[in-house]
C-alpha cells in the first residue's frame, strides 16, 4: 500500500469521530522495518524512523488507552515532541490511534469503533491488492506459456538450420522486448564460438568475429553452462565495451543464457536493452532460460534431420526418428524421496510413439508421465518430440494437472490433423506429504496394489489429447507405505502369441500380485520374461513401455 491510501482511509476511519468529539486525533501507521507513517494532524503527514522493540510492541497490543508516562522512552520522546497525551493501541501492532485532550466513556467507544473500522479497511485494501497482483501474475504467466507454446509450433516447424537460427534470436527478442539479439555455436573443433545470427542497431559488425571459450561474457556461459543477467552494463566489471567503442552502440541491459541439450552446450544466445529503457529482471532470465531449452532442442532436431537428408534420404528418415524417440527416454532415473523408481523401454520397430519421463519440478515435486502417440512413423516419432519439449516447459510453470492437460490439449488440436491423437498418464508426486496427483488422458489405466491386496485402477482424467477440447478431472491418492504402482502402455497387455491371444490386463494384475515381494528391478524383469514367454516366435507389434513406483517408509 501506498502512503497516500493510509491517509485516505484515515480519514474515511475517523470521519465521524472529527464530526462528533472535540478531540484531535492522529494515527502513526507501520510502513516498513522502522518506518511509521505519522497522520496528525491533518497538515502534518511525514514518514518518520523509530525503532519500537518487540516487546514494546507487545505491550501496546495488550493495553487500551495508555498515557505517555507509561509508554516505551522511544515512543513517548516521539509523542512528546508533537504534544500527544495518549496512545490507544486496540490490540494493534501495525497501527496506533494517538490523541490530545481527554475523553469520556463515550467518546471512548465511538473511538473504539472508529479503530476498528480503520483496521477493516486496511486489512480489506490489503486483500484487495494482493488479489490484483496475483491476478495481474497469473495474466502474466498466461501469456508468456501462450507464447512459449506459439513460438515451440513455430520454430518447430522450420526445416533450414540457417532460417530456424534466425527465427531464434527473432522470437528471443520478441519475448524480451528487446533492441539486439545473437546467437553463437561452438565451432566444429569445439574450442571457439562463432556468430550464427546478430540482429539489431550495428549487427553487421560483430558477425565476422569469434570468440574463445571463456572469453567475455558469451564464452563464460559457454564454458560454465550458467546464464548471466547484467542490468547495468557499465557498472559490472564482467562486462568488456569494447565493442561498444568501435561501433558506437551503447548496451544497457545484457541477458547471455547457455543453448543446453542434456549435458551439452550447443553455444548461447545473448539479447541487449530492453525497449522501454528498463533493464532486465530475474524473470526474464527464468524465461529466457526456459525459451533456450525449447531452441536447443530444435537446434538439435533440425541438425540430426539435416545429417540424414546429406546421405540417404529413407533411410536417413528412418533412422532420425529412431534417434529421437531414443532421446525422450531418461537414460538413468532420478532419485526420488518417499519413492523407489524403475522403468524399461522395448520399442518394437525403430520408429516408435511411447514415451515416458520424470521430471524435477517447481517445491520439490516430481512429475511422471508416460505417452502413447497414435501410430508408429516419423510423425508420430516427431509429435513425441514437440510434446515432450512443451511438457517440461509448461511443468516449470505449474502443477496444476488440470490445467496442464487442457493447455498440452489445445496445443496437440493446433499442431496435428485429427487422425493424430496423445493418450497420457500424468501424476504429480509431493516427497513432503506423500501424496499423488493424477489425470488420465485416455490411457490405459495403471494400477495401484496396497498392502491390503486391493487393486485400483487409475482411471480418473478425460479424454486422449488432440481430438476435442476437454475439462479434465484430477484425482489425489495419499500413498501409503509399500504402495505399489504400475504404469504401462498397451503394447504390454496387447501383445499377442501365435494364437492371436493377447497378455491382458488380468495376467498382468495377477502377476504383480504374485511377485509383489520382489524389488522393482525384479518385478520388472519378471513381467518382461512373461510378456515374452506368452508372444514366444512372435516378433511385438507395438512398443512395450513399464513404469513401475513403491512407495517407501517415509515421507520427508
Known amino acids: 500500500m501506498k502512503a497516500n491510501d493510509y491517509y485516505v482511509l484515515f480519514e474515511d476511519s475517523f470521519r465521524s469521530w472529527k464530526e462528533n468529539s472535540g478531540a484531535e486525533v492522529g494515527a502513526l501507521i507501520k510502513y516498513g522495518d522502522d518506518k511509521w507513517l505519522m497522520a496528525f494532524p491533518q ?106 507454446h506459439e513460438i515451440s509450433r513455430s520454430i518447430e516447424s522450420l526445416t533450414s538450420l540457417d532460417n530456424l537460427l534466425q527465427d531464434i534470436v527473432q522470437k528471443a527478442m520478441h519475448l524480451m522486448n528487446a533492441e539486439s539479439g545473437s546467437l553463437l555455436l561452438f565451432t566444429e573443433e569445439g574450442n571457439e564460438l562463432e556468430f550464427k545470427v546478430a540482429l539489431g542497431p550495428k549487427s553487421d559488425t560483430v558477425k565476422p568475429f569469434r570468440i574463445k571459450l571463456g572469453q567475455g561474457i558469451s564464452g563464460w556461459v559457454a564454458e560454465h553452462g550458467e546464464p548471466i543477467l547484467i542490468k547495468d552494463a557499465y557498472s559490472d566489471p564482467r562486462f568488456d565495451p569494447s565493442f561498444d567503442k568501435r561501433s558506437g552502440y551503447r548496451t544497457r541491459s545484457f541477458l547471455c543464457v547457455p543453448l543446453r541439450y542434456k549435458e551439452r552446450i550447443l553455444g548461447v544466445i545473448t539479447i541487449l536493452n530492453r525497449l522501454n529503457m528498463e533493464p532486465f529482471s530475474e524473470k526474464d532470465l527464468e524465461l529466457l532460460l526456459t525459451f533456450s531449452t525449447q531452441a536447443a532442442l530444435a537446434i538439435e532436431n533440425t541438425r540430426l534431420l539435416q545429417e540424414a537428408i546429406e546421405k540417404e534420404r529413407l533411410k536417413a528418415d528412418i533412422k532420425i526418428a529412431s534417434e529421437i524417440q531414443k532421446l525422450l527416454i531418461p537414460t538413468d532415473l532420478p532419485s526420488v524421496a518417499g519413492l523407489e523408481v524403475d522403468a524399461t523401454y522395448i520399442p518394437c520397430k525403430e520408429m516408435s510413439g511411447d514415451f515416458y519421463d520424470v521430471i524435477s519440478i517447481k517445491g520439490g515435486k516430481w512429475a511422471f508421465l508416460m505417452a502413447d502417440v497414435s501410430g508408429k512413423s516419423i510423425p508420430a516419432a516427431m509429435l513425441m518430440s514437440n510434446f515432450q519439449a512443451s511438457v517440461r516447459t509448461i511443468f516449470q510453470f505449474s502443477d496444476d494437472l488440470a490445467w496442464i492437460m487442457e493447455n498440452l490439449n489445445g496445443m496437440i488440436m493446433r499442431q496435428t490433423s485429427s487422425d493424430r491423437y496423445i493418450t497420457v498418464f500424468a501424476a504429480i508426486y509431493d516427497p513432503a506429504t506423500g501424496t499423488l496427483d493424477y489425470v488420465n488422458a485416455g490411457h490405459n489405466p495403471p494400477f495401484i496394489l496396497s498392502e491390503s491386496v486391493d487393486i485400483v485402477l487409475l482411471n480418473k482424467g478425460g479424454i486422449f489429447l488432440g481430438v476435442l477440447p476437454w475439462e479434465y478431472e484430477k484425482s489425489r491418492l495419499q500413498l501409503k507405505t509399500n504402495d505399489l504402482i504400475i504404469i504401462y502402455t498397451d503394447g504390454l497387455v496387447e501383445a499377442m502369441n501365435e494364437n492371436e491371444e493377447e497378455f491382458e490386463l488380468k495376467n498382468l494384475q495377477k502377476l504383480v500380485l504374485a511377485n509383489r515381494k520382489q524389488t522393482l528391478k525384479e518385478l520388472k524383469e519378471t513381467i518382461i520374461h512373461a510378456v515374452r514367454a506368452h508372444v514366444g516366435s512372435q516378433l511385438l507389434d507395438d512398443d512395450f513401455t513399464l513404469m513401475l513406483l513403491r512407495k517407501t517408509d517415509a515421507n520427508l
Open 43 to 148: 497538515s502534518d503527514r511525514k514518514t518518520i524512523n523509530v525503532t519500537l522493540s518487540d516487546v514494546a510492541l507487545q505491550q501496546l497490543a495488550e493495553k487500551k488507552i495508555l498515557p505517555l508516562s507509561s509508554l516505551p522512552p522511544e515512543l513517548r520522546q516521539l509523542l512528546e515532541t508533537y504534544r500527544f497525551e495518549w496512545v490507544l493501541s486496540a490490540g494493534q501492532k501495525d497501527f496506533l490511534i494517538l490523541g490530545k485532550n481527554s475523553i469520556n466513556e463515550i467518546g471512548f467507544l465511538l473511538l473504539e469503533l472508529c479503530t476498528r473500522v480503520f483496521e477493516l479497511l486496511i486489512r480489506n485494501k490489503k486483500l484487495e491488492e494482493d488479489l490484483k497482483r496475483k491476478s495481474r501474475e497469473m495474466e502474466d504467466l498466461l501469456e508468456k506459456t501462450s507464447a512459449l
